[in-house]
């Protein structure tokens, strides 16, 4: 478990020194499954912008889950969740934003869930789906490629998972 934490940890700051040089970055899956004792992921500075932070784990980390610290990714507004349940989410994001869905034990990513879009005109967004819960959290990234950091975790609760058990049946 230590190794494994311990190369999370280069990972994460990898993707940390790249972001604090200003460079667009995208931050995909295999690039950040997080939990560390900072911020996840901290973009930082007026000329970080463009980093898109998309469908990954961050979780279990002492500092935010994404910040954006001195105007980095143009500090874009936190979206947030106005409603949701174990089968839809709605909420409020940038018009025209992509909603990243997510659920987590606590109040950031562990577990990416779904994308949407929010309408173009009215900054709002809805979601229908099965969710994993127990908290949701959402983030928008915009058309520049900011993406913001998680919003303040919805409390869902246990989702319930319908198994259906396998009957085999001998035929003579």
Same mark, same amino acid.
């Given at each position: 478990?230590?190794?494994?934490?311990?190369?999370?940890?280069?990972?994460?700051?990898a993707?940390?020194a &790249?972001?604090?040089?200003? &460079?667009?970055?995208?931050?995909? *899956?295999?690039? #950040?499954? %997080?939990?560390?004792?900072t911020?996840?992921?901290?973009?930082?500075?007026?000329? #970080? =912008?463009? +980093?898109t932070?998309?469908? +990954?784990?961050?979780? !279990? +980390?002492?500092?935010?889950?994404?910040e954006?610290?001195? @105007?980095? @990714?143009?500090?874009?507004?936190? *979206?947030?969740?106005?409603?949701?349940?174990?089968?839809q989410?709605?909420?409020?994001a940038?018009?025209?934003?992509?909603?990243?869905?997510?659920? !987590?034990?606590? !109040?950031?990513?562990? &577990?990416y869930?779904?994308? %949407?879009?929010? @309408?173009?005109?009215?900054?709002?967004?809805?979601w229908?789906?099965?969710?994993?819960? *127990?908290?949701v =959290?959402?983030?928008?990234? !915009?058309?520049?490629? +900011? =993406?913001?950091?998680?919003?303040?975790?919805?409390?869902v609760?246990?989702?319930?998972?319908?198994f259906? *058990?396998?009957?085999?049946k001998?035929?003579p």
């Amino acid at each position: 478990m230590y190794k494994k934490k311990l190369l999370l940890a280069i990972v994460a700051g990898a993707l940390l020194a &790249m972001l604090l040089a200003g &460079m667009m970055t995208t931050a995909r *899956p295999a690039r #950040a499954d %997080t939990y560390t004792t900072t911020a996840g992921v901290r973009v930082e500075g007026a000329g #970080a =912008t463009g +980093n898109t932070i998309t469908e +990954n784990s961050i979780h !279990d +980390n002492s500092g935010l889950g994404i910040e954006l610290a001195n @105007n980095g @990714n143009a500090a874009l507004v936190i *979206p947030g969740i106005t409603q949701a349940s174990c089968y839809q989410v709605q909420g409020s994001a940038c018009a025209g934003c992509r909603v990243q869905i997510f659920s !987590d034990l606590g !109040d950031q990513g562990r &577990m990416y869930e779904a994308t %949407t879009t929010a @309408n173009s005109i009215q900054p709002a967004f809805a979601w229908s789906g099965r969710l994993t819960g *127990p908290h949701v =959290t959402i983030t928008a990234t !915009d058309s520049q490629g +900011n =993406t913001s950091q998680f919003s303040l975790a919805f409390n869902v609760g246990l989702c319930p998972r319908l198994f259906l *058990p396998l009957v085999l049946k001998n035929s003579p």
